[in-house]
């Protein structure tokens, strides 16, 4: 069985300041992705990135960054300089290479809000 | 990117209704998925699709019905809604291997009085 963690329910920061969004996820498969998607106040979810089992090296996209951990079965999101438009919730996802139907098993979110 | 649309965004509707949401994507995707989110935030998987005539439930059981009849057409039937239907509905599909990524839809907000 999978499952993912976010342990953090909500966040709040101000303006600039740099927030962690923690994901832990359990899974037995040998290969497996792992997601982050963003939801804003309008409801839609928004891809953000996509890492495999296999690819431990951090990513920046901008103001973004993934670590992705196999040893502590994390893949934690940085948002540096937060910004009012960053406000939405965060969903990490994982899906394995047992998993036919191409199953994402999401973690239970996490509101961020960030205060002008 | 995948382009998926749903339709209505929003509804209000009495109970005893019956209703279809629509979702369509123009991305040739085979695999389509339907997911219920309730105001707590988590997402709950209600049905999927592995291609035109597959429908498959979902982890939580919903008195919803799908059909797939045509790759790009995916829609969500209520037969007679109730107040316990009251959610937001996310459409979403994929190219269909487990390494792909799903793309959602806007959502549909539906409330039933």
């Known amino acids: 069985a999978q499952k993912v963690t976010q342990a953090q329910t909500e966040i709040s920061v101000v303006e600039k300041e740099d927030v962690t969004l923690d994901c832990v996820y359990e899974t037995r498969d040998t290969t497996y992705y792992l997601f982050w998607y963003k939801q804003p106040p309008s409801g839609e979810l928004v891809f953000l990135i996509r890492?495999?089992?296999?690819?431990?090296q951090n990513e920046i996209s901008g103001r973004y960054s993934w670590n992705f951990q196999k040893s502590t079965s994390s893949f934690n999101f940085t948002i540096t300089a937060s910004q009012v438009v960053d406000s939405a919730v965060y969903f990490c996802a994982l899906s394995g290479d047992n998993n036919a139907g191409n199953m994402l098993t999401f973690g239970g979110g996490t509101r961020l809000m960030v205060k002008p | 990117e995948a382009d998926i649309y749903q339709t209505p965004r929003y509804l209000v509707i009495g109970t005893g209704k019956k209703i279809t949401l629509e979702c369509s994507q123009t991305m040739g995707h085979d695999k389509m998925y339907w997911y219920q989110q309730d105001p707590g935030m988590e997402l709950h998987l209600i049905h999927y699709s592995y291609g035109v005539n597959s429908t498959e439930k979902g982890d939580l059981s919903s008195e919803s019905t799908v059909s797939r009849i045509r790759t790009e057409h995916f829609p969500l039937t209520l037969e007679s809604a109730r107040p316990s239907h009251t959610s937001q509905y996310l459409c979403?599909?994929?190219?269909?291997?487990?390494?792909?990524?799903?793309?959602f839809g806007p959502g549909t907000r539906l409330t039933v009085l």
């Open positions: 979403a599909s994929s190219e269909g291997r487990f390494t792909d990524t799903q793309y």
């Open positions: 890492r495999n089992s296999f690819d431990e």
